[in-house]
């Protein structure tokens, strides 16, 4: 039972266009969700979060987009660069001291 | 050390054989936690341990799977038994106190198995 869902598998952008990854989730329980990021043999690490009290939060050229009412949350970035390459996971988490569930990850990959 | 340490960073196994793998969290982290890394499978919640005890282990795949946490500091995760499947990269991180109270965690390169 995968209780959040990402979208798409994997991305190619151009050079300063913008990247765009969708989850959604079920549990309405849920009252965190991050970003991670990940690059070839390192382990992820946090890029941006968001708690569902607000609908945008932006850093820098990351910024999530956050829809309650349709379970759902996005992160954009823009001007996408070749170092933005690496493989992003979206994250809940749920009530109390529950581990974060992950999606399945995103493979970005920016091309100039 | 100043990040997760995880040991060994390759191990490459038997059938059959047991392997255990390490975590040294950062220091003053009380919360350690354990996922496991599959192609196209992301990352999936293994065990999580506050201090010494583990308030949830329901992620691990089957009995041949433990965990301990020792000195409310390093882990050892063991697979008994290994099988084919069990082939994958383990990630380990921690956290001050726990998801609950600042949302994120900081993970360990990990450890990649495989199981021949």
């Known amino acids: 039972q995968q209780q959040v869902k990402q979208s798409p598998q994997s991305l190619i952008v151009q050079k300063g266009g913008i990247s765009i990854i969708n989850c959604a989730y079920e549990n309405t329980a849920f009252d965190y969700f991050p970003w991670y990021q990940q690059f070839p043999g390192k382990g992820p690490a946090l890029l941006i979060a968001?708690?569902?009290?607000?609908s945008e939060k932006k850093e820098g050229r990351f910024t999530i987009s956050f829809n309650k009412s349709a379970k759902q949350f996005s992160l954009h970035i823009m001007d996408s660069q070749p170092g933005d390459s690496a493989t992003y996971f979206c994250?809940?988490?749920?009530?109390?001291?529950?581990?974060?569930?992950f999606g399945k990850g995103t493979r970005l990959s920016v091309i100039a | 050390g100043a990040g997760v340490s995880q040991s060994p960073s390759n191990k490459v196994t038997e059938k059959g054989k047991d392997v255990e793998l390490r975590c040294d969290p950062i220091s003053g982290h009380t919360a350690l936690y354990w996922y496991r890394q599959s192609l196209g499978q992301g990352l999936e919640f293994l065990i999580y341990f506050q201090g010494n005890s583990a308030p949830d282990k329901s992620g691990l795949p089957s009995d041949r799977f433990s965990a301990e946490r020792t000195g409310g500091s390093v882990s050892t995760l063991t697979i008994q038994r290994t099988q084919q499947e069990d082939s994958a990269v383990y990630l380990c991180?921690?956290?001050?106190?726990?998801?609950?109270?600042?949302?994120?965690?900081?993970f360990g390169e990990g450890s990649r198995l495989t199981v021949l």
């Open positions: 994250a809940a988490r749920g009530e109390g001291n529950t581990p974060l569930v």
């Open positions: 991180a921690s956290s001050p106190g726990g998801t609950f109270i600042t949302g994120e965690l900081f």
């Open positions: 968001i708690r569902p009290d607000v």
